[in-house]
C-alpha cells in the first residue's frame, strides 16, 4: 500500500493548522522549562554564598583577632569563638603612653619599660644659695648617713694619738672623735660629721668623724677614742651596743678652707674644715662656669687639671644649702678661715 493514497484524501489547509499548534506548545514549553532552570540555579548560587559568608572571616583579618571587623561579623555568625570583649582588645593591643608623659600611680602599671632613666631619679634637687629659701627637702644630698635617722651598731675603742685620720683634717686638742666604718664612711662623705652616741646603760656623747675604720668594721659600728669610749663605758667592755644619730651641733665656728700640699694653678686639692653639716658638693668657678670637682676618700676635692685653682668656691652641705667663698689664694697646707658657716638643722 502506498501512503501517498492516505495523505491525499485530506485538505492541505487543515493539516498545517494540526501541526501549527503542536509546535506552539512545544516552543511555550521550551520558554517555561528555561525560565524554570534559571530561577533554580540562581537560588542555588545565592545559598552558595551565604553559607560561606557565615564561616569565612573578612579578607586580611584572621579569625581570631579582636579587630572591630571581627567583632561585627560576630554579631550575626551562629560561632561564639569571634566574640572579644573590649577588655581583651585593650589587652591584646595596647597604645603605650610616651614616656615623657606618663605618670604611673599606685593602680596602673606602665605598659612599656622606659630604657633611659628619668631626670628626677638621678638628679639631685637644687641646692640653694645662703640667702634663698632651699627647693631641696632636708638631707636630700645625703649619702649612707641621713638626718633624723637612727642607727644601730656597736662601739669599739682606739688610740687615738694626735687626733688626725683618713680624714686628713690634721691634729686636735679635742679627742671626742671616732673613725666610721668603711661601709658608712662612704669615701670621706661622713668626714667632719657630728654624730650622738647613746649607750644601752643610758650614757651619750657627741663625737665628730675624723678617720675610717676598714673591715672588718661592719655597717653601724663606730670606733671610738679611748677617750670617748670612757665616756660611756669601761674600757674593759670592748664591745658596745650603741645607736647613733647624725647631729648638727649648736656652738659652731666659721669653716676654713685648705689647699693640698702641691696644689699649683696647674693642679689642686681642696678641703673644707669646721663644717658644721657634712660636705655634699664643692664646685670651682671657671671660664665656662661653675665645675664640681671629685671628692677622694682622703676628702679633698680634686682638680687634676687646675681648673679653677686659686678662683671662688662653692660649697653645699647635705640639706641643700650653698656658700660662696671668694678670696682663698693656692696656699698650701694652710688653713684659710671665712666668715660663713652652714646653718645649724
Not at 573590649?86 to 606602665?110: E, G, I, L, N, V
Not at 631619679?121 to 636630700?140: D, E, F, K, L
Not at 671657671?286 to 682638680?303: E, I, M, P, V
Request: hydrophobic share 40%; net charge positive; charged share 15%.
Amino acid at each position: 500500500m502506498r501512503t501517498t493514497k492516505h495523505s491525499g484524501v485530506q485538505p492541505p489547509r487543515k493539516h498545517r493548522q494540526v501541526i501549527g499548534i503542536p509546535l506552539a506548545l512545544l516552543a511555550v514549553a521550551v520558554v517555561v522549562c528555561l525560565a524554570a532552570a534559571l530561577l533554580t540555579w540562581g537560588n542555588a548560587e545565592v545559598r552558595q554564598t551565604a553559607d560561606v559568608s557565615d564561616t569565612a572571616a573578612p579578607a586580611g583579618v584572621p579569625p581570631d583577632s579582636g579587630s572591630a571587623t571581627a567583632a561585627a561579623d560576630a554579631t550575626t555568625a551562629p560561632t561564639r569563638s569571634l566574640v572579644k570583649s573590649p577588655r581583651h582588645s585593650a589587652r591584646r593591643t595596647p597604645t603605650p603612653t610616651p614616656a615623657s608623659t606618663r605618670r604611673p600611680t599606685a593602680s596602673t602599671q606602665p605598659t612599656t619599660v622606659n630604657p633611659r632613666p628619668s631626670t628626677a631619679s638621678t638628679r639631685p634637687a637644687a641646692p640653694r644659695t645662703a640667702s634663698t629659701a632651699s627647693t631641696a627637702s632636708a638631707g636630700s644630698l645625703a649619702g649612707r648617713i641621713k638626718p633624723a635617722v637612727r642607727y644601730k651598731g656597736v662601739a669599739t675603742a682606739y688610740a687615738a694619738g694626735d687626733g688626725n685620720g683618713a680624714c686628713l683634717f690634721g691634729p686636735s686638742d679635742d679627742l671626742m672623735i671616732a673613725a666610721m666604718n668603711e661601709t658608712d664612711y662612704e669615701s670621706a662623705k661622713a668626714c667632719g660629721a657630728y654624730v650622738l652616741v647613746r649607750a644601752a646603760n643610758g650614757a651619750s656623747i657627741t663625737v665628730r668623724i675624723v678617720n675610717e675604720c676598714p673591715l672588718p668594721c661592719a655597717p653601724g659600728q663606730l670606733d671610738l677614742s679611748q677617750q670617748a669610749f670612757a665616756k660611756l663605758a669601761n674600757l674593759s667592755v670592748g664591745r658596745l651596743p650603741i645607736t647613733w644619730t647624725l647631729l648638727s651641733p649648736a656652738a659652731s665656728g666659721t669653716l676654713s678652707i685648705r689647699y693640698k700640699g702641691g696644689s699649683s694653678q696647674w693642679w689642686c686639692g681642696i678641703q673644707v674644715i669646721g663644717h658644721r653639716n657634712p660636705v655634699a658638693v664643692l664646685e670651682v668657678r671657671t671660664a665656662n662656669g661653675w665645675r664640681k670637682l671629685h671628692r677622694t676618700d682622703y676628702n679633698y676635692f680634686l682638680s687634676p687639671d687646675g681648673s679653677g685653682c686659686g678662683k671662688a668656691i662653692r660649697v653645699t652641705d647635705i640639706y641643700g644649702e650653698r656658700l660662696t667663698i671668694s678670696g682663698i689664694a693656692v696656699k698650701p697646707d694652710v688653713a684659710q678661715p671665712t666668715r660663713v658657716q652652714f646653718a645649724r638643722h
